[in-house]
């Protein structure tokens, strides 16, 4: 743990987690979705691309979504990169890579297998879901002094 200006210690928690995650995911979104426009071709709809981020209702709808990836795919990561560390030793920032990749098959599986999609499409549909969800895990463990997430762990017993 450790302390603050304050005095008081500062532990890394899981809503802290979420605080990070939560922008991290949205600006890696803004810059995908700023990649796609500036490289898109003729037959695309740039403006639609944009809708996202200008319409209060879509947007209020994919910060919700994004609130929901944040504890349900990368707080996990985070974990399990974590946990990975402590039994098999190395470090954390090497096994979060490991575990994205296993993770990002998640959302990406349904996509694989819909007809019509092709081999290069799924691949860089996996390739970015592992590069957007190792960055995020990596983003978000920073978040905080203490180690380990602070939701798993007992709480300490006050002293006088």
């Given at each position: 743990m450790s302390e603050n200006e304050s005095g008081r210690t500062a532990e890394r928690t899981a809503g802290r987690m979420v605080r990070v995650a939560v922008p991290t995911l949205l600006l890696e979104g803004a810059l995908a979705v700023a990649a796609r426009v500036v490289f898109a071709g003729p037959g695309d709809d740039r403006a639609g691309l944009l809708a996202a981020f200008t319409h209060p209702a879509p947007a209020a709808i994919r910060l919700l979504s994004l609130a929901a990836a944040a504890v349900f795919l990368v707080l996990p990561v985070v974990w399990l990169g974590e946990e990975l560390e402590r039994r098999?030793?190395?470090?954390?920032?090497?096994?979060?890579?490991?575990?994205?990749?296993?993770?990002?098959?998640?959302?990406?599986?349904?996509?694989?297998?819909?007809?019509?999609?092709?081999?290069?499409?799924?691949?860089?549909?996996?390739?970015?879901?592992?590069?957007?969800?190792?960055?995020?895990?990596?983003?978000?463990?920073?978040?905080?002094?203490?180690?380990?997430?602070?939701?798993?762990?007992?709480?300490?017993?006050?002293?006088?």
């Open positions: 098999f030793r190395g470090r954390a920032d090497a096994w979060i890579p490991v575990v994205a990749a296993a993770a990002a098959t998640v959302p990406v599986l349904p996509r694989a297998l819909a007809a019509g999609s092709g081999p290069t499409n799924s691949a860089g549909a996996w390739l970015t879901g592992v590069v957007v969800l190792s960055v995020a895990a990596l983003v978000t463990r920073r978040a905080g002094g203490g180690r380990g997430l602070g939701f798993l762990r007992k709480a300490p017993v006050p002293t006088r």
